[in-house]
């Protein structure tokens, strides 16, 4: 499956776990996946007015690349809250953690990572980023030096600087890690594990 990043300066493709995913989501057609490696897809639509709760983290315009990072990670974490609401994810731990709810639906970094990159792709294609452009999702590791991980990832316009936007780490609805990938690449945690 392949998905166009339209808007970022040249198309190019993102390779996907699933056929099933929409490539061009809006807010009125979208989908998330979860229970693992997006083992279940559910396409959905936000309600206008639940769009319009993200549309305001972004009111006063961001003034820096570092405001617009923290307004990602704001509007991020506000997604996830209102999706969860809709998918059972709610409960979702981070970092693999298990809960004792079968019926938490689990998120992995492949569902996490498919996910925000879908929440990016909405907020630039809404104009929302001035600072920052979609890019293609990142895998450390490879076994070889630790377990895979994947993130999503944004390009700062000015300097073409990379950063991970990582909401794997932590339980739903909580900001995702933004960081420079080469720092993330290097193995980085927010906690020694």
């Not at 630039?124 to 630790?146: I, N, S």
Request: aromatic letters at 10%.
């Amino acid at each position: 499956m392949l998905w166009l990043l339209a808007g970022s300066g040249s198309a190019h493709a993102v390779v996907f776990v699933s056929p099933e995913i929409n490539t061009t989501p809006t807010p009125d057609n979208f989908s998330i996946c979860f229970d693992n490696s997006c083992q279940s897809i559910r396409q959905l639509a936000l309600p206008d007015h639940r769009w319009q709760e993200i549309r305001d983290i972004f009111r006063a315009g961001a003034h820096s690349p570092e405001e617009e990072r923290r307004l990602i990670g704001q509007a991020v974490a506000r997604l996830e809250r209102i999706i969860g609401g809709m998918t059972g994810t709610a409960n979702d731990k981070g970092a693999n953690e298990t809960s004792d709810n079968p019926l938490d639906h689990r998120m992995d970094c492949i569902d996490e990572s498919t996910n925000t990159t879908s929440y990016l792709y909405l907020l630039q294609q809404d104009g929302l980023l001035r600072w920052h452009r979609l890019r293609d999702p990142v895998t450390r590791g490879f076994f070889f030096f630790g377990w895979p991980h994947t993130t999503a990832v944004i390009e700062a316009r000015e300097d073409r600087r990379l950063w991970a936007v990582d909401s794997w780490f932590h339980d739903n609805g909580i900001a995702p890690e933004i960081l420079p990938l080469e720092h993330w690449k290097q193995g980085w945690s927010p906690d020694p594990r």
